[in-house]
């Protein structure tokens, strides 16, 4: 099966430092990634949906200033949460989605997670 | 907006016996509908999906769902449980939205299968 690759898997941080996670599509091309925040014994909400070559499309409520995504490639994405404060902790996942055509039902492949921990 | 409903937020099971895990849904069109499967401070793992054709799917790891149009229900299912089944289950609907697909999540139902 495909397989994603997230790093780092844990990361502790001061307040006001960037933190970077990064997310590799290992064995498949990714023309769009997704970046979810969960929290404790929570849902995965969405924050945005990343697509090679060009912006990100945020969801409602989520600063696009404090989480910066990049996907340079077809193969990553990475997710910066830039001046990073204690309510950042969570714990983060990213998603990939293989290029479009006739196999893709819309099935996405996740990432272990990263949990991120501010102090 | 499609969206996935999950009534339960926690399922208990004795070992051995079968389990349901329930999802309905509120789409537009025709449902694509999946189960995934979370262990603790882990990504989530694909287990099944239905997108068309036989209403009952079979899964990773003994699981099935039985997709029903006319309760638009997509119940997860093991016959017999097992103590590792143990875990977060999320349900989720696709959505088509400016050029990709996209899955939109229930709450989560907690699993847990006891000795």
């Known amino acids: 099966g495909a397989v994603v690759s997230q790093h780092p898997s844990r990361v502790i941080c001061k307040s006001g430092t960037s933190v970077k996670i990064e997310c590799r599509s290992l064995?498949?091309?990714?023309?769009?990634m997704f970046w979810y925040r969960q929290f404790p014994k929570q849902s995965l909400m969405l924050m945005a949906t990343?697509?090679?070559?060009?912006?990100?499309?945020?969801e409602q409520g989520v600063e696009k200033d404090k989480f910066l995504i990049n996907h340079a490639s077809l193969t990553l994405s990475t997710l910066t949460v830039t001046s990073a404060h204690p309510e950042d902790s969570s714990f983060y996942i990213c998603?990939?989605?293989?290029?479009?055509?006739?196999?893709?039902?819309?099935?996405?492949?996740f990432g272990e997670g990263s949990r991120l921990t501010v102090l | 907006a499609q969206s996935v409903a999950q009534p339960e937020d926690q399922v208990n099971v004795a070992e051995g016996n079968p389990l349901t895990v329930k999802c309905t849904y509120s789409?537009?069109?025709?449902?694509?509908l999946f189960w995934y499967v979370q262990y603790p401070n882990r990504g989530l793992q694909f287990l099944l999906k239905?997108?068309?054709?036989?209403?009952l799917v079979k899964g990773s790891y003994g699981f099935e769902a039985e997709f029903n149009k006319s309760q638009t229900s997509f119940h997860l299912k093991k016959p017999s449980a097992l103590v590792s089944d143990s875990a977060l289950y999320f349900c989720?609907?696709?959505?088509?939205?400016?050029?990709?697909?996209?899955?939109?999540f229930g709450a989560g139902t907690r699993l847990a299968v006891h000795p």
């Open positions: 998603s990939a989605s293989p290029l479009a055509g006739a196999s893709n039902t819309g099935e996405l492949f």
């Open positions: 064995d498949f091309q990714a023309t769009t």
């Open positions: 990343s697509n090679e070559g060009s912006k990100a499309t945020y």
């Open positions: 789409v537009s069109g025709n449902p694509y």
């Open positions: 239905y997108i068309t054709g036989d209403n």
């Open positions: 989720a609907v696709r959505e088509r939205s400016g050029g990709y697909n996209k899955l939109i």
